[in-house]
């Protein structure tokens, strides 16, 4: 399988402690984006990497999220002090972009569903 | 107001018929996107279009920019066809196309 894949799948936590998610785009993929989806929404930008850079930061990501890429090609999402309202699903996506103003069709993974008790 | 309406929210029609879920914006876009999202999460590109009309099997999308609106159609719609389809906007600036989303149209089919 050869499409964007999200580990894990299904998280539950307590208030309090830290979580973190993978994201595996596709493989030749350049762009990468965090998005979250609480029940009966749409999505929310959380941040792009291009490559290893981290281009863009939503003000929905709070001092106790973290993402990073390293090497440009999986990325983590780090929560530190899970809170209830951090219960959502949490999207990866990922593009292959060429140009600076041109968009280009974004492919997402299954998402992890995180439950915060 | 949301930068990204759709409407219905949710539409529940029988097998077979025609089904339009519409789309309306108020910032300018570098494209529109319509995505399908099935029970459990995943979702799904359907078409990326930034002018006129564009088709896919029994989908068809078309796109206003002038009226910033937006149209997804099923003809001879199916029990498959089920689930929330999803209106984004892309805005391209300096590779990054964040893409804003509407709150999805929940589709369900009747046999």
């Known amino acids: 399988d050869t499409g964007v894949s999200q580990d894990p799948r299904h998280k539950i936590t307590k208030r309090g402690q830290n979580v973190t998610f993978r994201c595996d785009p596709i493989s030749e993929h350049n762009r990468l984006y965090w998005y979250r989806q609480t029940l009966g929404q749409g999505p929310e930008f959380l941040t792009y990497f291009q490559n290893e850079a981290q281009l863009e930061k939503s003000r929905l990501l709070s001092d106790r999220f973290s993402a990073e890429r390293p090497k440009g090609s999986f990325s983590t999402l780090e929560i530190q002090r899970t809170e209830q309202g951090d219960s959502a699903m949490y999207l990866c996506?990922?593009?292959?972009?060429?140009?600076?103003?041109?968009?280009?069709?974004?492919?997402f993974g299954p998402g992890t569903r995180l439950t915060v008790t | 107001k949301n930068e990204v309406e759709q409407s219905p929210q949710n539409l529940t029609a029988q097998e077979g018929e025609f089904i339009t879920i519409n789309c309306s914006y108020s910032v300018g876009i570098s494209a529109l996107h319509w995505l399908q999202q099935h029970p459990g999460g995943g979702i799904v590109s359907l078409f990326m279009l930034s002018s006129g009309k564009k088709k896919h099997g029994r989908l068809i999308a078309t796109i206003n920019i002038q009226e910033k609106h937006s149209s997804l159609h099923i003809t001879a719609s199916h029990p498959r066809d089920s689930a929330v389809y999803i209106c984004a906007v892309g805005r391209a600036n300096f590779g990054n196309e964040k893409l804003t989303f509407g709150t999805g149209t929940r589709l369900t089919i009747i046999p």
């Open positions: 996506a990922s593009s292959l972009g060429l140009g600076r103003e041109t968009s280009y069709e974004q492919y």
